[in-house]
């Protein structure tokens, strides 16, 4: 059962019940706080989870005590305004953005006074949605997660995992707004590491296909996929792909590596997540997002799945094994 089915099964008892109450009392129960979501990818079911246990730390359970109303774009970000929009339009009392920065942007766009917390890859002050990390002074704040300099950091646990890997390929996502920096950051890594890499770009399920076919052709050794919202909503095939080329291959989140990526290594989405959820319920109890700071991960996973490295023919170094934060086996 989906959870827009959820509230609407609720809302019906409610009415039923406040039908039978006093006027009295109607009149004196508080209404209901709405929480917009809005995914400028598709939901994804684990970091919902992370999001709804940070909400009961923050003291709201749905759909008790809150309501949300969800809208995603399914990674087609000319949707996003519409469905910000959309948003505004139901009265909510905070709006939630994740999978990107251009779902920030779009609901910092349609509002101005509502609320706003967000998940975002993207430099928030850069952007224009905040002031300043530590008093971010406007109605948006959230947790900022800069993957992008990361990317050098996954080329070298790459080489580690992969050393006879002559070429190296490298998976971005040419619409992210960090497509740049992760290039330069891959570039000077692979300079200083003295690594031969070739750059495949994908934005679409077709591309990534595409770039799969090319990395094979290319007799790349090892793959590094970029940090990027639609990879991530596009888990499952990426993670196919390698498999059926069996490729090496190393991503941003945990999530891949439990779903049979080979390793992964960046800040927990889940806990951003569950962040995003806590800053939420601190809105809802009367908080201003000028006042709370931006947050930014402070710990990155490095997790190393070994039966996809047995299934790959990998010896993983004990070394790097003894470096991981999480090995499945």
Known sequence: MTALMKR????????????AWPLGARAQQPAMPVI???DGQSFDPHLMTAFREGQKEAGYIEPRTVAIYFRSADGQTDRLVTLAGDIVGRRV?????????????????ASTTIPIVFVSGVDPVASGLVMSLNRPGRNATGVYIFQQVLEGKRLGLLRELVPTAALIAVLLNPTNANFQAQLRGVQDAASALG???????????????????????????????????F???????????????????I??????AMAGGLASYGASLANAHRQAAIYAGRILG?????DLPIVQPTKFEFVINLKTAKVLGLDVPSG????ADEIIE
């Open 286 to 290: 009367g908080e201003k997002p000028a």
């Open 195 to 229: 690594q031969q890499v070739s750059m495949q770009s994908a934005s679409t399920e077709r591309e990534i296909d595409a770039a799969f076919a090319t990395v094979t052709r290319s007799g790349a050794g090892a793959l590094l996929v970029g940090s990027d919202p």
């Open 231 to 249: 990879f991530n909503s596009e888990r499952d095939q990426v993670i196919a792909l390698a498999a059926r080329h069996a490729i090496p291959a």
């Open 36 to 38: 917009g979501f809005l």
């Open 93 to 109: 009392a905070v709006i939630v953005t994740t999978g990107g920065g251009a779902a920030a942007l779009a609901a910092y766009a």
């Open 320 to 323: 790097l094994s003894a470096t």
């Open 251 to 256: 991503y941003e989140g945990r999530e891949f």
């Open 8 to 19: 609407r099964e609720f809302i019906t008892l409610l009415g039923g019940a406040a039908a």
